[in-house]
């Protein structure tokens, strides 16, 4: 949490420039870490102590989401300002593994359950390092994993662009529920750590 706070995801902090900066470029923060991660698996599987076929991407939130009942309106210049979600980390675990058949399985987890949910409020309360643009016209975090089957997600904590969890009722509809998703594993709430560390494994030994 510490790392996290260091690296000011606010509107005024360096993941913000940095995101700006990559859009004035063409480009995207998503796209230069996604060459970033391609490479890194072509290193794993040329090392003679990793098994290429059984890699499982794990993207990961650190951020906590806001409380039920915290009010959206904040001045703009608030010294407290609300948490801000992590939702990068699970998006890039998605679309690595859809870019990358490689990947045995993918988690994600703190991580969007709609993209469009940035649009459902005029208060957005995560960091613009996940941004794709035009991503919304193409494709949704449903999408993504429709594409992952039948290889198997794991999918929990899911925010909305308020950076609130998304109830169970709220998830249902948006994931593919056909025979592909047979091997799509979602929990509304945050599972233990214990508990996904389990399923990689079971996921990587199949």
Same mark, same amino acid.
């Given at each position: *949490?510490?790392? +996290?706070?260091? +690296?000011?995801?606010?509107?005024?902090?360096?993941? *913000?420039?940095?995101?700006?900066?990559?859009?004035?470029? $063409?480009?995207?923060?998503?796209?230069?870490?996604?060459?970033?991660?391609?490479?890194?698996?072509?290193?794993?599987?040329?090392?003679?102590? !990793?098994?290429?076929?059984?890699?499982?991407?794990?993207?990961?939130?650190?951020?906590?989401?806001?409380?039920? $009942?915290? @009010?959206?309106?904040?001045?703009?210049?608030?010294?407290?300002?609300?948490? !801000?979600?992590?939702?990068?980390?699970?998006?890039?675990?998605?679309?690595?593994?859809? +870019?990358?058949?490689?990947?045995?399985?993918?988690?994600?987890? $703190?991580?969007?359950?709609?993209?469009?949910?940035?649009?459902?409020?005029?208060?957005?309360?995560?960091?613009?390092?996940?941004?794709?643009?035009?991503?919304?016209?193409?494709?949704?975090?449903?999408?993504?994993?429709?594409?992952?089957?039948?290889?198997?997600?794991?999918?929990?904590?899911? !925010?909305?662009?308020?950076?609130?969890?998304?109830? @169970?009722?709220?998830?249902?509809?948006?994931?593919?529920?056909?025979?592909?998703?047979?091997?799509?594993?979602?929990?509304?709430?945050?599972?233990?750590?214990?508990?996904?560390?389990?399923? !990689?494994?079971? *996921?990587? +030994?199949?």
């Amino acid at each position: *949490q510490q790392a +996290l706070a260091e +690296l000011h995801r606010g509107r005024h902090g360096k993941i *913000q420039a940095a995101s700006v900066s990559e859009w004035m470029l $063409g480009d995207s923060l998503p796209g230069r870490r996604l060459g970033d991660l391609a490479r890194a698996l072509d290193a794993l599987t040329g090392h003679p102590g !990793i098994d290429a076929g059984r890699m499982v991407l794990w993207g990961e939130s650190i951020a906590p989401a806001r409380p039920d $009942g915290d @009010d959206d309106r904040v001045r703009f210049d608030a010294g407290a300002f609300p948490e !801000i979600g992590e939702p990068a980390g699970g998006m890039l675990a998605l679309m690595a593994g859809v +870019l990358d058949e490689r990947v045995r399985a993918v988690v994600a987890r $703190g991580t969007f359950a709609r993209l469009a949910s940035v649009l459902d409020s005029p208060f957005c309360f995560v960091p613009t390092d996940w941004i794709v643009p035009g991503m919304l016209r193409s494709c949704e975090v449903g999408d993504l994993v429709a594409a992952l089957a039948p290889r198997p997600v794991y999918l929990d904590g899911l !925010i909305d662009g308020r950076n609130r969890i998304v109830p @169970d009722a709220e998830l249902e509809g948006a994931f593919p529920t056909d025979e592909r998703s047979s091997s799509l594993h979602v929990v509304g709430s945050r599972a233990p750590d214990a508990d996904v560390a389990e399923w !990689i494994v079971k *996921q990587a +030994l199949a």
